[in-house]
């Protein structure tokens, strides 16, 4: 006589509640796996900063000195003014060399090129041309292909936590550039030029006034809101020539460069009209002079309200570069005040450093 024997399986609620469990074991565990990402993420931009740092240093060895935080070819004519005094304009940089006009606007990273290893790059970027003529039409490699400079990506330039290749085009869209049509060539970092105003709102160009200009804006009290300024004063500006000695406060209390702002959200901005556009949209491009390549210290980290500053995508933290090569960690809640005497060089205050 045959037996059938019973097999004996998974009911339903026993499978809901395998299902559950896994659920929550996975709940569990993701939140834990993003933050081995990010925090491999934030050591690969803290080791970009480290490179920038060091191509600076060998750069100031190499020369003895630091190399000018944006290029502004003299005019005679007064061409670059405004009611407040001199200026390195945006068109610099982002017209066509015409009528024999002698253009520039480069950057202080396109000078340390051979530092971070990009020396092959370096070799085809032409001194005579600004940086819109250097990308535009592009110069042919011995290979045959087309070598647009101020157009290539360059990984040493981009946080990993804010974007990669497949990012970048989103956030070009949302920013200045020296020319509109450019989508590659961005940049995530920027050299400090001190602690007061260093730009313009519009159309951004980067003050570089005369001594009588910048005292014409001292009070009485003998102090300048700009950066030029000996008590504001950071170690990179326009056609700057810092050196070593000159950051008196202590290499090691002096931020050279750091995370900077870059705006990627148009949308949003847009459908709010309590916020000025203007003021928030970020310049970008890592050849381009100005506050694509430069930040101020005179407004607090992540605040999301200016251009010009620091801030990053890192949870709660902006990563910066000192004068002496170190990379350090410094919290978005930093006092204000603490904040800007690390982004002056020579204001004579001592600096409780807050790493």
């Not at 003299?74 to 001199?86: E, Q, T, V």
């Not at 020396?119 to 041309?129: G, S």
């Amino acid at each position: 006589m045959l037996r059938f024997q019973r097999q004996r399986g998974f009911t339903l609620i026993e499978l809901l509640v395998v299902i559950a469990i896994i659920a929550l074991l996975v709940a569990m565990l993701l939140p834990a796996v993003q933050q081995a990402r990010e925090a491999a993420r934030r050591s690969a931009c803290q080791n970009n900063l480290k490179q920038l740092c060091l191509s600076l240093h060998n750069y100031h060895d190499s020369h003895r000195i630091f190399p000018p935080g944006q290029i502004m070819a003299p005019d005679p004519n007064s061409f670059f003014s405004d009611a407040i005094g001199r200026h390195a304009s945006p068109i610099e940089a982002g017209q066509q060399n015409t009528l024999g006009l002698a253009l520039h606007g480069t950057s202080w990273i396109v000078h340390v090129l051979p530092y971070i290893d990009e020396q092959a790059l370096y070799n085809y970027w032409n001194w005579n041309l600004n940086v819109w003529s250097n990308g535009n039409p592009g110069v042919i490699a011995p290979d045959g292909t087309i070598i647009r400079p101020p157009l290539t990506d360059l990984e040493a330039l981009y946080c990993p936590t804010r974007r990669n290749a497949m990012q970048a085009a989103t956030i070009y869209g949302a920013t200045q550039r020296v020319d509109q049509a450019w989508a590659k060539g961005g940049n995530d970092y920027a050299g400090v030029t001190g602690s007061g105003t260093s730009f313009s709102e519009v159309p951004r160009q980067t003050y570089w006034l005369t001594p009588v200009q910048l005292q014409a804006t001292t009070n009485v009290a003998g102090i300048s809101p700009f950066s030029q300024h000996g008590l504001n004063v950071g170690m990179f500006g326009v056609n700057s020539s810092t050196r070593i000695a000159d950051v008196q406060d202590g290499t090691s209390n002096v931020v050279m460069i750091a995370e900077r702002t870059v705006f990627k959200a148009p949308v949003i901005i847009n459908n709010n009209p309590n916020i000025n556009l203007n003021l928030i949209r970020s310049s970008d491009g890592w050849s381009y002079g100005g506050p694509a390549t430069l930040l101020s210290f005179r407004d607090a980290p992540h605040t999301g309200l200016h251009f010009a500053e620091a801030d990053s995508m890192h949870p709660g933290i902006v990563q910066v570069g000192m004068a002496d090569g170190t990379v350090h960690q410094v919290s978005v809640n930093i006092d204000l005040r603490t904040w800007r005497n690390l982004g002056n060089m020579a204001q004579g205050t001592p600096v409780e450093t807050p790493f």
